[in-house]
């Protein structure tokens, strides 16, 4: 089929390179000539694994191609993705300017039927004004369906996760569309739900929004363990075995960051409370999320005292492993602040220090994690890299000035900390 993608980022840039590797012709679109200027180049802007392989095949293929001009992108489209952004505002609530601006665009530029596709994570209720705003703009007599089929893609595993999805969810309102959708998508083996828009919606808003509790929850039972000598590990072990719960996502640290979760639980709460429902729980959420970023930062000083004048060493500033995204990174905060306290800072991560030195001028970005830990006073372990987890700890206490680990995802053995002769603090273990 012809695809057009709006919005080259994560979402777009993912969906776009898995329908092009599956044979289908796909143009992607950017308003940020930039962006498409590297990537016609043959550069990416974002390191995901797989990603530049596919692209670069695509491309030689000439199944993919990148383009700043929507009209040009959708000339051939039957079916739209629309990816773009929907950053947060100050009150939390999405902003959809970029997808009403889309949407205006798309009806301006349309010559016959096609399908339009939300993918990008939307309040309940967006497919709906989408629709209005097309058909409002639209040339006299042509007609479009709007569609929700929400990604579920993970950074880090979004090839994996996009190519061989757990789950396809349509929301659709014609049987026409629901048609277009399920040829598109004929080869997946997982589950396709075929819902209304509505409950498309709320699924992708949903899910975040459960994940990032059992989160929040699991980092509060930690504090619960802290206070009264239990163990988060075995607690979280005890209670994963239940089916019912699950052993996925229920590991104790920093909290979770990234553009998603912080986004869509916010925005979540926000739309709810607009339809009329106070859901409170998912303020809590956030609330936990927050606090644990705080209680690391407590534990920093309980150990080092006054933070001003010493050096520490941070292991890790992407807010989690095989990704360059340090957005919402508890690192990045967390350094944010000891820069403030006027602590000096050394960090290496194996992906993200060219995005972090970007916000953080005033961090020295170390070539290895050797390097970063070389004279620090402490050393704080924010991302669970395996390059960190793998470091042979006799020669991380030989660099380090003082043998100090502050671990914020439990990464290593408190037994095996302790015997190499550390103060070793982690999060909800003794
Ligand atoms: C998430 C959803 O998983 C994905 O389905 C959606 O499409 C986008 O948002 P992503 O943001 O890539 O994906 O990250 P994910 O792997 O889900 O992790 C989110 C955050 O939670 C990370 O900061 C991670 O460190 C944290 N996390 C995860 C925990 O703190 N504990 C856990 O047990 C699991």
Not at 269 to 294: C, H, P, T, W, Y
Request: with cysteine; aromatic share 6%; glycine share 8%.
């Amino acid at each position: 089929m012809n695809l057009c993608v709006i919005g080259t980022g994560y979402v777009g840039l993912v969906t776009g390179s898995c329908f092009a590797h599956k044979g289908h012709k796909v143009v992607c679109v950017d308003k940020d000539a930039e962006k498409i200027r590297v990537l016609n180049d043959g550069g990416m802007p974002i390191y995901e694994p797989g990603l530049e392989d596919i692209v670069k095949a695509c491309r030689k293929d000439k199944r993919l191609r990148f383009v700043t001009d929507i009209a040009e992108g959708m000339k051939d489209a039957e079916v739209i993705f629309v990816c773009v952004d929907t950053p947060p505002t100050a009150s939390g609530t999405a902003d959809l300017s970029a997808i009403e601006n889309v949407a205006r665009q798309i009806a301006r530029h349309l010559t016959r039927y096609v399908v339009v596709v939300e993918k990008s994570t939307v309040p309940v209720k967006t497919g709906d004004k989408v629709h209005k705003t097309i058909l409002r703009h639209a040339p006299k007599g042509i007609t479009c369906d709007v569609v929700s089929n929400p990604e579920f893609l993970r950074e880090g595993s979004a090839m994996k996760d996009a190519l061989n999805p757990d789950r396809v969810v349509l929301g659709v309102t014609s049987p026409k569309a629901a048609e277009v959708m399920k040829k598109l998508y004929a080869d997946v083996t997982c589950p396709v739900l075929v819902t209304d828009i509505a409950s498309a919606e709320l699924i992708k808003h949903a899910s975040n929004s459960f994940l990032a509790t059992k989160i929040s929850f699991i980092n509060a039972v930690a504090v619960v363990c802290e206070m009264s000598g239990a163990d988060i590990q075995l607690v979280a072990q005890g209670m994963g075995l239940d089916p019912r719960i699950g052993s996925k996502f229920l590991s104790a640290g920093l909290g979770y960051g990234g553009s998603c979760f912080p986004k869509d639980v916010a925005a979540f709460e926000q739309i709810a409370r607009e339809l009329g429902f106070d859901f409170s729980l998912l303020g809590e959420v956030q609330k936990i999320n927050q606090e644990m970023r705080q209680r690391f930062l407590r534990k920093v000083e309980e150990e080092l005292w006054i933070v001003k004048g010493k050096t520490l060493a941070v292991w890790g500033l992407a807010f989690k492993p095989d990704t360059d995204d340090i957005r919402e990174a508890p690192a990045i905060e967390l350094i944010q602040r000891l820069l403030e306290k006027g602590a000096s800072v050394q960090a290496h991560d194996p992906q993200a220090m060219k995005k972090a030195q970007k916000v953080l001028p005033g961090l020295t970005c170390c070539d290895s994690a050797e390097e970063a830990a070389k004279g620090a006073d402490a050393l704080l372990l924010c991302t669970e890299w395996p390059v960190f987890r793998d470091f042979p700890l006799a020669k991380l206490k030989k660099l380090l000035k003082h043998p100090v680990v502050l671990d914020g995802r439990n990464l290593y053995d408190p037994v095996a900390m302790r015997a190499a002769g550390f103060d070793y603090r982690s999060v909800g273990r003794a």
